[in-house]
């Protein structure tokens, strides 16, 4: 039942998916030939094969539709939304290439018209491929059945795994649940290993995982052996456990087998890569469309204000613990003070348009050159000074983790209130928590979200912002 029934509902999903968005182009074609804009035959003859194979990179992008040993709900309704808004942005950008009048196009009825139907679609398909996956156990005749022998920590999360995306298996639980046994020899622990794979054999089970101490996986040839002889497939994972309370990540190096202390997206290359793409392209956009008018701006008042150059740059910390120039439109005067002391609330070394321009985060406008040129990010932790740096070094346990990443203009931290001054080490820990959880849960969807969060707070206006 696994891989058959999961098959064929990828391989209907895939279709009925892609006739959408086929239909989705139909309409628009509908509407946008109503119009006289001078359309090119080229471009209405491969306005189809466009949608397809911008809906064929998007899926595969994603992954929308592997078929995985344990299928997760969640996880296909975010990669479905994700492929959706990716296809819909390449195809506009055809558009836009071929294209004269496409403010027209964006705003006309026929995008309008297309973009709900396509909505509304995903919205009833993934409501109907819900019920379908909820009730596809109860058609199927031969369930493949799964079970777990071992009982400790390890076992208790991989069950929960199972029991959360049991969609396509019959998952029947951890068979030694209500066992204490402590084996204290291996000899002990292979007596009652074998015993369990004969009794799962009896009891019809497809696949055991057997999750076991490190130290009592011996022999394995034999097991597997016994598991082929009664046609079940056997899994044994290490139970970790008893080493840290921790969560480790694990992954593969050829033929080895990694533990990390955690998972890191931003070590994928390809990740870093699309992260790479965003800053340019914003700080391109921000450099040439505001720092262009907002600069020169700005400087005649800064200069009017008090003597001294345009941009405050300080040594701060960045990704790998290297030093860089950080750049901000000066808000205080010159020589008024040590500059390692952070800014405080009605701080007197700050100047008249120096309030108004932190007040808003204008100040550190000039960062985005900081983000062309490499040295940050348009969203990581914040970079500190050097001196902080090594002093809540000292003190926060994990507190250069943060720095595995490049420093950002904003962050999550910054947007869950955690801005600004840190009186106390308890303040800097919480903020170190949450940058380590963006270290953690990159994704480029976070990053557009902290960016969204990040205008609606500085609208708002931030009570940290001094």
Same mark, same amino acid.
């Given at each position: 039942m696994r891989n058959r029934h999961k098959f064929t509902f990828m391989i209907c999903c895939l279709i009925v998916d892609m006739l959408a968005m086929v239909i989705g182009t139909i309409i628009f074609l509908k509407f946008a030939l109503k119009v006289d804009l001078g359309w090119s035959s080229l471009v209405i003859n491969k306005m189809i094969p466009i949608t397809i194979l911008s809906w064929l990179f998007s899926?595969?992008?994603?992954?929308?539709?592997?078929v995985s040993s344990l299928f997760n709900l969640e996880e296909f309704y975010g990669n479905s939304w994700r492929a959706f808004l990716t296809q819909v942005i390449l195809w506009q950008s055809y558009i836009f290439f071929f294209h004269d009048d496409i403010f027209y196009i964006i705003i006309s009825n026929?995008?309008? #018209?297309?973009?709900? /139907?396509? @909505?509304?679609?995903?919205?009833?398909?993934?409501?109907l491929f819900t019920v379908v996956i909820v009730k596809i156990k109860s058609w199927v005749d031969k369930r493949y059945t799964v079970a777990i022998w071992g009982f400790n920590k390890t076992s208790i999360e991989l069950a929960a795994q199972l029991e959360t995306n049991a969609y396509f298996i019959d998952f029947i639980g951890i068979l030694n649940e209500n066992s204490s046994v402590n084996y204290k020899s291996k000899e002990d622990f292979s007596l009652a290993l074998t015993n369990a794979i004969n009794s799962a054999s009896e009891e019809k089970i497809d696949e055991l995982y057997i999750v076991t101490k490190p130290n009592f996986i011996i022999d394995l040839n034999y097991f597997f052996e016994l598991g082929d002889k009664h046609c079940m497939r056997l899994k #044994?994972?290490?139970? /970790?456990? @008893?080493?840290?309370?921790?969560?480790?990540?694990?992954?593969?190096?050829?033929n080895f087998h990694v533990i990390k202390p955690r998972y890191?997206?931003?070590?994928?290359?390809?990740?870093?890569?699309?992260?790479?793409?965003?800053?340019?392209?914003?700080?391109?956009?921000?450099?040439?469309?505001?720092?262009?008018?907002?600069?020169?701006?700005?400087?005649?008042?800064?200069?009017?204000?008090?003597?001294?150059?345009?941009?405050?740059?300080?040594?701060?910390?960045?990704?790998?613990?290297?030093p860089f120039w950080c750049y901000k439109f000066r808000s205080m005067y010159i020589n008024a003070g040590d500059e390692s002391k952070q800014a405080q609330k009605g701080d007197s070394r700050t100047t008249p348009i120096g309030k108004f321009i932190r007040r808003t985060s204008l100040d550190e406008m000039p960062q985005?050159?900081?983000?062309?040129?490499?040295?940050?990010?348009?969203?990581?932790?914040?970079?500190?000074?050097?001196?902080?740096?090594?002093?809540?070094?000292?003190?926060?346990?994990n507190f250069m983790v943060r720095h595995f990443v490049k420093p950002g203009i904003t962050g999550l931290a910054q947007i869950s209130g955690l801005r600004g001054e840190t009186k106390t080490v308890s303040d800097m820990k919480r903020r170190v928590r949450t940058d380590i959880s963006y270290v953690q849960r990159w994704s480029l969807i976070t990053d557009l979200k902290i960016c969204f969060m990040t205008i609606i707070v500085t609208l708002k206006g931030d009570d940290n912002a001094f």
């Amino acid at each position: 039942m696994r891989n058959r029934h999961k098959f064929t509902f990828m391989i209907c999903c895939l279709i009925v998916d892609m006739l959408a968005m086929v239909i989705g182009t139909i309409i628009f074609l509908k509407f946008a030939l109503k119009v006289d804009l001078g359309w090119s035959s080229l471009v209405i003859n491969k306005m189809i094969p466009i949608t397809i194979l911008s809906w064929l990179f998007s899926i595969t992008y994603f992954r929308l539709y592997r078929v995985s040993s344990l299928f997760n709900l969640e996880e296909f309704y975010g990669n479905s939304w994700r492929a959706f808004l990716t296809q819909v942005i390449l195809w506009q950008s055809y558009i836009f290439f071929f294209h004269d009048d496409i403010f027209y196009i964006i705003i006309s009825n026929a995008s309008l #018209f297309q973009l709900c /139907f396509l @909505t509304f679609y995903f919205l009833v398909s993934r409501i109907l491929f819900t019920v379908v996956i909820v009730k596809i156990k109860s058609w199927v005749d031969k369930r493949y059945t799964v079970a777990i022998w071992g009982f400790n920590k390890t076992s208790i999360e991989l069950a929960a795994q199972l029991e959360t995306n049991a969609y396509f298996i019959d998952f029947i639980g951890i068979l030694n649940e209500n066992s204490s046994v402590n084996y204290k020899s291996k000899e002990d622990f292979s007596l009652a290993l074998t015993n369990a794979i004969n009794s799962a054999s009896e009891e019809k089970i497809d696949e055991l995982y057997i999750v076991t101490k490190p130290n009592f996986i011996i022999d394995l040839n034999y097991f597997f052996e016994l598991g082929d002889k009664h046609c079940m497939r056997l899994k #044994f994972i290490p139970d /970790f456990s @008893t080493m840290s309370k921790a969560h480790f990540s694990v992954s593969h190096l050829n033929n080895f087998h990694v533990i990390k202390p955690r998972y890191e997206p931003l070590q994928n290359a390809n990740n870093r890569l699309i992260k790479r793409i965003f800053d340019l392209v914003f700080s391109t956009l921000v450099i040439v469309f505001i720092l262009s008018w907002l600069y020169p701006l700005l400087a005649i008042i800064i200069k009017k204000q008090s003597e001294g150059p345009v941009l405050f740059k300080q040594l701060r910390t960045g990704k790998k613990n290297e030093p860089f120039w950080c750049y901000k439109f000066r808000s205080m005067y010159i020589n008024a003070g040590d500059e390692s002391k952070q800014a405080q609330k009605g701080d007197s070394r700050t100047t008249p348009i120096g309030k108004f321009i932190r007040r808003t985060s204008l100040d550190e406008m000039p960062q985005f050159f900081n983000v062309f040129l490499g040295s940050m990010s348009i969203v990581g932790p914040r970079p500190h000074m050097i001196k902080h740096t090594t002093d809540y070094n000292d003190h926060i346990h994990n507190f250069m983790v943060r720095h595995f990443v490049k420093p950002g203009i904003t962050g999550l931290a910054q947007i869950s209130g955690l801005r600004g001054e840190t009186k106390t080490v308890s303040d800097m820990k919480r903020r170190v928590r949450t940058d380590i959880s963006y270290v953690q849960r990159w994704s480029l969807i976070t990053d557009l979200k902290i960016c969204f969060m990040t205008i609606i707070v500085t609208l708002k206006g931030d009570d940290n912002a001094f």
